[in-house]
C-alpha cells in the first residue's frame, strides 16, 4: 500500500493540508472557517483514497474530487499567503492520477497474459 507511489503523493497532499489546517489565518471569519473545515474534509478524503488502494477506479474519481476540492480551496484563501499549498497539493494530486492510471494498466496487461 505505501510502497506504491501514489500512496507516496496521497500521503505528501495529507501532510500538506494538514499543515494548512494548523495554520494561524488572522481573524475569525466565515471564510476562514469554510476553509479550515474544507481542508480536514480533504485531509480525511486523502487518507481514504491511501487505504482504498484495491480500487484504481474510485481512486481516480477521489482524486479528481480532490483536485475539485482544492480549486475551491484555493478561490478561498486566494488573498493569503497559503495560496501556494493547495497548488502544490493539486499538483501532487495529478501525479497520483497518472501513477494510479498507470497502476492499473500494467495490471490489466498483466491480466491479458494469464
Known amino acids: 500500500m505505501i510502497q506504491r507511489i501514489q500512496s507516496v503523493y496521497l500521503l505528501l497532499e ?8 494548523f495554520l494561524p489565518f488572522p481573524g475569525y471569519d466565515f471564510i476562514i472557517i469554510v476553509a479550515r473545515y474544507l481542508n480536514l474534509l480533504i485531509g480525511i478524503i486523502s487518507i481514504f483514497t491511501i487505504l482504498l488502494y484495491k480500487k484504481r477506479k474510485f481512486q481516480i474519481k477521489l482524486c479528481w474530487m480532490l483536485i475539485i476540492l482544492h480549486i475551491i480551496m484555493l ?22 492520477m497518472r501513477a494510479i492510471k498507470k497502476d492499473d494498466e500494467l495490471v490489466r496487461s498483466a491480466d491479458r497474459l494469464r
Open 14 to 21: 495529507v501532510l500538506i493540508s494538514l499543515f494548512i489546517y
Open 75 to 96: 478561490i478561498l484563501i486566494s488573498v493569503r499567503i497559503a495560496a501556494i499549498l493547495p497548488i502544490v497539493s493539486i499538483i501532487l494530486c495529478f501525479l497520483a
